[in-house]
């Protein structure tokens, strides 16, 4: 098949997104496809006329590949014209556009198969309210929270003693409809309260507040309906697994499957399940969970586009039923040749 990557984007995540996009070009070549990968922020070709995906190019600098904001007129341009006779959009973005149901709008719009969930769920999965909201409707367990809307020239410090005194310290500040923890801050001391909700609100105009519940950080991958084993995550520093915990060799701990008990692991691949079933998922989602010291696990938030590196927890979850990461971009293009 003749196969389009996106990869890149304008969030955040536009660096993570472009490590996900290479394995994803290298996968499919290997699977035999024709493949092609583009920035949809940017316009830019992620591939030379060798064959050499954009970040394996050694003339490549970091202006060239960190991402412009951009509109997806560029995209709609790309798939009316050059990549017309496209059979397949193999969506390899994280956070923006890309997993907020805008690109997945457009792909419908034209015509075109892609992988993974459709609009709704993509927009339901990336506002961590709404799917807070839906997670209790099937009775799945999550933190208590409360959504701030930030206003212009908002005065953080306002919030502060209301947070204070409703979540007490420690607790969790996170943008709502961000990833990849950018923007997110484990508050120790209510003195930096206002300045948490600051970092959030650079990266949204949504503000989630979070009870902290201490515990093990452990993540169920979906995919079509079928939770597969669990895997839990140590960062080695003993703290929050951030941004530099996720994405940087060796500042993790990953144990697959995770050692816990079975009926409690399938009580929680259960729960994973009805949420994935509730947002409307397709192809591959990912749900995290916290488990405290009394064996109680609570769900943090569903992911429907998660990563495809070399330390991405989903190709980690399948490998333990025997799944490589070849074989599963396989059944990601099956699913959305099929749906």
Same mark, same amino acid.
């Given at each position: 098949?003749?196969?389009?990557?996106?990869? $890149?984007?304008?969030?955040?995540?536009? *660096?993570? /997104?472009?490590?996900?996009?290479? *394995?994803?070009?290298?996968?499919?070549?290997?699977?035999?496809?024709?493949?092609?990968?583009?920035?949809?922020?940017?316009?830019?070709?992620?591939?030379?006329?060798?064959?050499?995906?954009?970040?394996?190019?050694? /003339?490549?600098?970091?202006?060239?590949?960190?991402?412009?904001?951009?509109?997806?007129?560029?995209?709609?341009?790309?798939?009316?014209?050059?990549?017309?006779?496209?059979?397949?959009?193999?969506?390899?973005?994280? $956070?923006?556009?890309?997993?907020?149901?805008?690109?997945?709008?457009?792909?419908?719009?034209?015509?075109?198969?892609?992988?993974?969930?459709?609009?709704? *769920?993509?927009?339901?999965?990336?506002?961590?309210?709404?799917?807070?909201?839906?997670?209790?409707?099937?009775?799945?367990?999550?933190?208590?929270?409360?959504?701030?809307?930030?206003?212009?020239?908002?005065?953080?410090?306002?919030?502060?003693?209301?947070?204070?005194?409703?979540?007490?310290?420690?607790?969790?500040?996170?943008?709502?409809?961000?990833? #990849?923890?950018?923007?997110?801050?484990?508050?120790?001391?209510? #003195?930096?309260?206002?300045?948490?909700?600051?970092?959030?609100?650079?990266? %949204?105009?949504?503000?989630?507040?979070?009870?902290?519940?201490?515990?093990?950080?452990?993540?169920? %991958?979906?995919?079509?309906?079928?939770?597969?084993?669990?895997?839990?995550?140590?960062?080695?520093? $003993?703290?929050?697994?951030?941004?530099?915990?996720?994405?940087?060799?060796?500042? /993790?701990?990953?144990?697959?499957?995770?050692?816990?008990?079975?009926?409690?692991?399938?009580?929680?691949?259960?729960?994973?399940?009805?949420?994935?079933?509730?947002?409307? !998922?397709?192809?591959?989602?990912?749900?995290?969970?916290?488990?405290?010291?009394?064996?109680?696990?609570? !769900?943090?938030?569903?992911?429907?586009?998660?990563?495809?590196?070399?330390?991405?927890?989903?190709?980690?979850?399948?490998?333990?039923?025997?799944?490589?990461?070849?074989?599963?971009? *396989?059944?990601?293009?099956? #699913?959305?040749?099929?749906?």
């Amino acid at each position: 098949m003749r196969i389009l990557v996106l990869a $890149g984007g304008d969030s955040n995540e536009w *660096a993570v /997104s472009l490590d996900s996009g290479a *394995a994803i070009c290298h996968a499919l070549k290997r699977l035999g496809h024709e493949v092609h990968a583009i920035n949809p922020a940017s316009g830019l070709n992620l591939i030379d006329a060798e064959g050499h995906f954009w970040l394996e190019d050694d /003339s490549a600098s970091d202006s060239d590949l960190v991402t412009h904001k951009g509109d997806l007129s560029l995209l709609a341009n790309a798939l009316s014209t050059t990549y017309a006779d496209i059979d397949l959009v193999f969506i390899g973005l994280h $956070g923006g556009g890309g997993e907020d149901g805008s690109i997945q709008n457009l792909l419908e719009l034209a015509g075109k198969k892609y992988t993974g969930s459709d609009m709704s *769920a993509s927009a339901v999965a990336m506002n961590k309210a709404v799917a807070k909201r839906i997670m209790a409707s099937v009775d799945v367990p999550t933190p208590r929270w409360k959504l701030y809307r930030v206003g212009v020239n908002e005065e953080f410090s306002q919030w502060a003693d209301e947070i204070a005194d409703e979540f007490g310290v420690p607790l969790i500040v996170k943008p709502n409809d961000g990833g #990849s923890t950018i923007g997110l801050t484990k508050v120790k001391s209510v #003195s930096d309260i206002t300045e948490a909700l600051r970092l959030a609100a650079e990266q %949204s105009n949504e503000i989630l507040v979070e009870a902290y519940i201490a515990g093990r950080e452990l993540t169920v %991958s979906v995919f079509d309906g079928k939770a597969y084993p669990l895997v839990e995550i140590k960062p080695v520093s $003993g703290g929050l697994y951030d941004y530099e915990a996720k994405y940087t060799k060796g500042k /993790s701990e990953y144990i697959a499957p995770a050692d816990v008990d079975e009926t409690l692991a399938v009580n929680i691949q259960q729960a994973a399940v009805r949420i994935y079933d509730a947002v409307g !998922c397709i192809g591959l989602a990912r749900v995290d969970f916290i488990l405290n010291e009394k064996n109680l696990f609570f !769900c943090l938030e569903i992911n429907t586009l998660p990563g495809m590196t070399a330390l991405s927890l989903s190709p980690m979850a399948v490998a333990c039923e025997g799944i490589g990461f070849d074989q599963l971009v *396989a059944m990601i293009i099956d #699913s959305a040749m099929r749906k």
